[in-house]
């Protein structure tokens, strides 16, 4: 059976660090586009970051970049997402998926799979 397992979501203090990952069964990651996605109360999913099935290419929302990375170990078929400096408004449900392509697209309504999602809480 093909999963996502994202981990690694909890209540932070605002400018506080999380490191989530997102392990994969029953497929391996290499040939896979991985994405990282989030939906706050209320609000629409939005793709987060995204990372190429190479490691070679990344991308990010402009409401992340510089304070977030995403990084993949294939050997562990695993993908991270460290959270630095965190904001209020980074409060969401956090959801890994995976494309099998070239490239560091995520379209958000073009993943092949999807994780159930890990909450990621800021607040003081």
């Known amino acids: 059976q093909l999963q996502l397992v994202e981990s690694g979501g909890g209540l932070v203090q605002p400018g506080g660090s999380l490191r989530l990952s997102c392990a994969a069964s029953g497929f391996t990651l290499d040939y896979y586009v991985i994405g990282w996605f989030r939906q706050a109360p209320g609000k629409e999913r939005e793709g987060v970051s995204c990372i190429s099935s190479s490691g070679g290419s990344t991308n990010y929302a402009d409401s992340v970049k510089g304070r977030f990375t995403i990084s993949r170990d294939n050997a562990k078929n695993t993908v991270y997402l460290q959270m630095n400096s965190l904001k209020v408004e980074d409060r969401a449900v956090y959801y890994c998926?995976?494309?099998?392509?070239?490239?560091?697209?995520?379209?958000?309504?073009?993943?092949?799979?999807w994780g159930k999602g890990t909450l990621v809480t800021v607040s003081s």
């Open positions: 998926a995976a494309r099998k392509a070239y490239g560091a697209n995520c379209p958000n309504d073009g993943m092949d799979y």
